[in-house]
Nanobody, 124 residues
Framework: QVQLVESGGGLVQAGDSLRLSCAAS????????MGWFRQAPGKEREFVAA????????LYADSVKGRFTISRDNAKNTVYLQILSLKPEDTAVYYCAARVSVGVTTNKLGYAYWGQGTQVTVSS
């Protein structure tokens, strides 16, 4: 089991940058693929980014590639999402998630553990 707690969200203006953090409990953080998802009101929760256990592979949604960067610090049991040039369409609740199986995936069903989310609101 793992507990995930997101932080770093807030109300920002279009063009601003933001870094989200996800702190994980437990002793096996380094064994999990970590992902970020987001969900806007009335929409399905969608994949944003993922990173494998050794930081050697990352995967991004087309809508965020080039602006978002996922990273992790296994010593701190933390995964980050650096967001540049925020757009109003980035407004959503952002969730981090942990995947037990090997290999990154965009499918939310592939992630076993979820945080409660952090709200990101981008004004124009």
């Amino acid at each position: 089991q793992v507990q995930l707690v997101e932080s770093g969200g807030g109300l920002v203006q279009a063009g601003d940058s933001l870094r989200l953090s996800c702190a994980a409990s437990g002793r096996n953080f380094g064994s999990y693929v970590m992902g970020w998802f987001r969900q806007a009101p009335g929409k399905e929760r969608e994949f944003v980014a993922a990173i494998n256990v050794d930081r050697g592979r990352t995967l991004y949604a087309d809508s965020v590639k080039g602006r978002f960067t996922i990273s992790r610090d296994n010593a701190k049991n933390t995964v980050y999402l650096q967001i540049l040039s925020l757009k109003p369409e980035d407004t959503a609740v952002y969730y981090c998630a942990a995947r037990v199986s090997v290999g990154v995936t965009t499918n939310k069903l592939g992630y076993a553990y979820w945080g409660q989310g952090t709200q990101v609101t981008v004004s124009s």
